[in-house]
């Protein structure tokens, strides 16, 4: 049979450097001409953030930034672009200053350049993400895409390796659902495997040693992989699962991601078994979701939706809420019952099999 796909790989600019962020991110501001930038950071992010951007033409560092980006909070930012008069947007941290940077481009249509302190990869997509009444709406806009991605992985030291390994296994997931997503060829498959093993990698050097430049590069390139595969590839059932439970009961978006990711590695390989070798492969295991809990072992990942949030009450109504978003051509027919049954064992945390539950 002949090979016959459409790929599209956005056009994204890209400066990677250990130790570089401040310079590199100047030489960009000049380069897009920028007179009025506004700073997007979190609280806990702005040490980072005003270290970084010492040096630009700042005029409003708006720290009002929350997971999930609730659609007040969106209106409150685009307001405040608006009032500064900002020319520029320069959000400094994890998926949620990304995410409200993204929400402020999505009306004004102000470029953005992205500073990730997290292994999120929500910079490398063009998705944009806004919660609203305990709802997460998703949708595609090239607007949203940063113009720029400025890489630091002096950056993510002082981040704690629990939410390392956490932000790294959604790069991980991005990586697992770019094989079987809606628009899913060889072009985001090759991004995605590469994407697997350099965070796989990384991930592993940084929990036995939290100061290795290299394991923190390496986690970093792989998680800007993941989010081109994931771009290019579209959103799958795990990623529509996690949006729903994220928005619905305010789950942390990385701890949610990695705990679930099992659970529809399981449900989906059977219905995929080339994709399923290949992420096997990348993961060093014999058979996929062998090779995962191998990894999630390593690294002390999170293991139940219980401990995060989520309630055993909640699964029925959860269930019900995802069945909307299902993808059409996810690997193996999808009903109600096996959303509840993947919920519920991801609440429990119980052992993810290779072959299904036992």
Known sequence: MSLTFENVTLGQRVLFGYGRAARNLSAEVDRLRARRVMVIASSAGAAIADRVTADLPVVLRHGDVRPHVPVERAEAARAAAAECGADLLVCVGGGSATGLAKAVALTTRLPIVAVPTTYAGSEATNVWGLTDA?????GVDDA?????????????????????????????????????????????????????????????????????????????????????????????????????????????????????????????APGAPGAARRIADALGGAAPVAGLNALREELGAPRALADHGLRREDVPEAARLVMPYVPADNPVPVGVEEITGLLTRAWAGEPARDGGPA
């Not at 305990?134 to 998703?138: G, I, N």
């Not at 394991?215 to 290019?232: E, I």
Request: hydrophobic share 40%.
């Open 134 to 138: 305990s709802r997460k709406t998703t």
């Open 144 to 268: 949203v895409l940063p113009v720029t991605v400025v890489y630091d992985s002096e950056l993510t030291l002082s981040l704690p390796v629990d939410l390392s390994v956490a932000t790294g296994l959604n790069a991980v997931a991005h990586c697992v659902d770019s094989m079987w997503a809606p628009r899913t060829n060889p072009v985001n498959q090759a991004f995605a495997m590469e994407g697997l093993r350099a965070v796989a990698d990384g991930l592993r050097r940084v929990v036995r040693g939290p100061d290795d430049i290299d394991g923190r590069d390496a986690t970093l390139y792989g998680c800007y992989l993941a989010g081109v595969a994931f771009a290019s590839a579209g959103s799958g059932l795990h990623h529509k699962i996690c949006h729903v439970l994220g928005g619905a009961y305010d789950l942390p978006h990385a701890q949610t991601h990695a705990t679930v990711l099992p659970y529809v590695l399981e449900l989906n």
